[in-house]
């Protein structure tokens, strides 16, 4: 996830402080604290819902595609243990061609 529990906090207390002063101008200073403490808590749910959505955003493609390919080197080996030596080497051929075709 994004950031840390910090950011919420002092997301939170940026939000709260402004509550508060902006309501002390008009109201008691009990009402003023009750506002602050309920905007304390607004803002920091909605930090976290901030970092959940820019780690959901960051989410790094490349860790997938690791565990993906580790995979898939295992499912080969498997494939290919099976096969004698000759019949490996027609396979890496005929991958090796595929390869080289692709990419022209």
């Known amino acids: ?7 919420n906090i002092v997301f939170a207390l940026f939000g ?41 955003i960051q989410k790094d493609e490349s860790t997938l595609d690791v565990s993906r390919k580790e995979r898939n080197d295992e499912h080969v080996e498997q494939m290919i243990e099976g096969l004698s030596e000759e ?12 390869l080289s075709h692709e990419e022209k």
């Open 1 to 7: 996830m994004a950031g840390t529990w910090k950011f």
């Open 16 to 56: 709260c402080m402004i509550a508060f002063f902006s309501s002390l101008l008009q109201n008691s200073i009990w009402t003023s604290i009750v506002r602050a403490f309920l905007t304390f808590a607004i803002f920091f749910i909605f930090a976290f819902v901030i970092r959940w959505m820019v780690a959901f």
């Open 87 to 98: 019949e490996q080497q027609e396979v890496a051929q005929y991958i090796r061609q595929l």
